[in-house]
């Protein structure tokens, strides 16, 4: 079965460059969740989309930006890197802004430097 | 928001049951309890879920105390596969966003 993609697999920026992560849901899942998880940290949801419109905001930084396309896939554009920002990126999707079941993609790796 | 308190690790042997518990004391009526679980260098996973009444699916079973205080995940036969960090986590009302906690690492060993 089609999982969620998540694009580039791994990603190394400098300090104070920009970088843009992109998320291609599940063929027919129309919502979708972004979650940013720290070295050795739990995952914290930034931010979510239902139907192209942003559905609910987590701890997302003012740099970070997102949005969710016709086709529902997603981008999370990141401004002014920070080493603090170094981790892995997880887009996960669902059918319905009422689903419970989310289901995850791989992960993009950031590495600032 | 309500919190949830897990064991920090948990050792299993492989091919016997796992129960991972789960306390919730602060539930709310319409709180739902999720599970997920996330393996060695992967995304989390979906495990099972419910609102009152005891779950089953292929991977799991969820059985929820009748005072919705606790719950226990149980894994009826543990693999070595199944080693992973499960996570216990209440969402309410049309939230959907996921708020992890710390989770239990569970050790399947051979």
């Known amino acids: 079965a089609a999982g969620v993609i998540q694009s580039p697999r791994h990603l190394i920026k400098e300090k104070r460059e920009t970088a843009t992560l992109k998320c291609y849901p599940i063929?027919?899942?129309?919502?979708v969740y972004w979650y940013q998880q720290g070295p050795g940290q739990d995952p914290q949801f930034l931010i979510s989309?239902?139907?192209?419109?942003?559905?609910d905001k987590g701890s997302i930084p003012d740099r970070f930006s997102a949005q969710q396309f016709s086709d529902y896939h997603s981008e999370l554009n990141m401004s002014s890197l920070e080493l603090g920002d170094s981790a892995l990126y997880f887009c996960a999707s669902s059918l319905g802004s009422l689903s419970y079941e989310q289901y995850f993609g791989p992960g993009t790796r950031l590495t600032v430097t | 928001d309500a919190k949830t308190t897990q064991p920090n690790s948990m050792e299993s042997n492989e091919e016997e049951p796992v129960h991972l518990p789960c306390n919730h004391s602060?539930?709310?009526?319409?709180?739902?309890i999720h599970w997920y679980r996330q393996l060695p260098s992967q995304g989390p996973e979906y495990v099972i879920h419910g609102l009152t009444s005891n779950v089953n699916n292929r991977m799991a079973s969820l059985a929820i105390a009748e005072d919705r205080k606790s719950s226990t995940l149980i894994l009826h036969r543990a693999t070595l596969r199944d080693a992973a960090v499960y996570y216990c986590i209440l969402s309410s009302g049309s939230a959907r966003q996921l708020t992890f906690g710390s989770g239990t690492q569970l050790t399947v060993l051979p």
């Open positions: 063929p027919r899942h129309d919502t």
């Open positions: 989309f239902y139907e192209k419109m942003q559905s």
């Open positions: 602060t539930i709310s009526g319409t709180d739902y």
